[in-house]
């Protein structure tokens, strides 16, 4: 059976934002996220500009930005909409709903405002996606379930990835896909995102390990890739990133042929 486009399996999204990302990559033929893990909001807003253009999401820590302004977010979102991609606030969520919902909706950084997709850990249980869900939904915003990371010796094991999938699944017009190191499932309307892409394999001296788009996406089966030092601590952002683009959409190009 052919594999379908990204295009395609927007037909089958229940939510409108997981519908508008898949559309957006086979639109701007990329499927490359940035990890724009910075101190500083010039360095943020200067990724966001210059790599804008090769992207589909802008992966942001928000609370490590060390002179944090509103002004930064509402500059974000102007960004975003110049350059064509959604933003992504990695905050990984994992309390109770009722906390989440308040660290979701406000606080300093008013997440729910300005990023269009967050992250959250399903230890918690059912909980925490409802309570995110009762400030993102009225907003049209998606969550993203952490299924499996890419640090060495992490505790998520296959019942615990089965659990996250039975999560999602009862709120998929909310939660669109997952953080992981393979598709949990051939449902077409989940989106799997895959962080510790590098182009050659490999480990940091902090336990992250470090696979191939090709390997992510074609032997994995994921969309997404989702890259930082490889690109931001390169001479030249802009040309690595164009690397990382063309590999990653090669990749998915190839998936479809099958």
């Known amino acids: 059976m052919r594999h379908l486009s990204y295009t395609e399996r927007a037909n089958y999204c229940l939510s409108p934002l997981a519908k508008r990302l898949l559309q957006l990559m086979d639109e701007k033929q990329t499927n490359l996220t940035i990890s724009a893990d910075v101190t500083s909001a010039q360095k943020l807003l200067e990724l966001a500009d210059q790599l804008g253009p090769e992207i589909c999401m802008l992966k942001t820590h928000i609370d490590i930005i060390s002179d944090f302004t509103p002004?930064?977010?509402?500059?974000?979102?102007?960004l975003a909409h110049q350059h064509h991609f959604l933003l992504f606030e990695d905050r990984k969520f994992a309390d109770i709903g009722n906390t989440v919902k308040h660290q979701y909706e406000g606080g300093i950084y008013h997440i729910v405002d300005w990023a269009d997709i967050i992250n959250a850990h399903s230890l918690p249980g059912p909980g925490i996606v409802q309570g995110l869900a009762q400030v993102g939904?009225?907003?049209?915003?998606?969550?993203?379930?952490?299924?499996?990371?890419?640090?060495?010796g992490h505790f998520m094991n296959v019942d615990y990835i089965?659990?996250?999938?039975?999560?999602?699944e009862h709120t998929s017009?909310?939660?669109?896909?997952f953080i992981t190191q393979h598709a949990l499932s051939a449902d077409p309307h989940w989106i799997h995102m895959t962080p510790g892409i590098k182009l050659e394999t490999g480990k940091d001296a902090l336990g992250q390990q470090y696979i191939t788009p090709k390997k992510a996406i074609l032997e994995h089966g994921t969309d997404i890739i989702?890259?930082?030092?490889?690109?931001?601590?390169?001479?030249?952002p802009?040309?690595?990133a164009r690397k990382y683009r063309e590999s990653g959409w090669n990749a998915y190009l190839k998936r479809c042929e099958k």
């Open 173 to 177: 017009d909310f939660v669109i896909g």
């Open 137 to 152: 939904r009225k907003k049209n915003r998606g969550l993203v379930l952490i299924a499996e990371m890419s640090s060495a």
């Open 162 to 168: 089965r659990s996250t999938l039975k999560m999602a």
């Open 226 to 236: 989702i890259v930082g030092r490889g690109i931001i601590a390169a001479t030249d």
């Open 71 to 78: 002004d930064l977010t509402h500059t974000l979102r102007k």
């Open 238 to 240: 802009v040309a690595e």
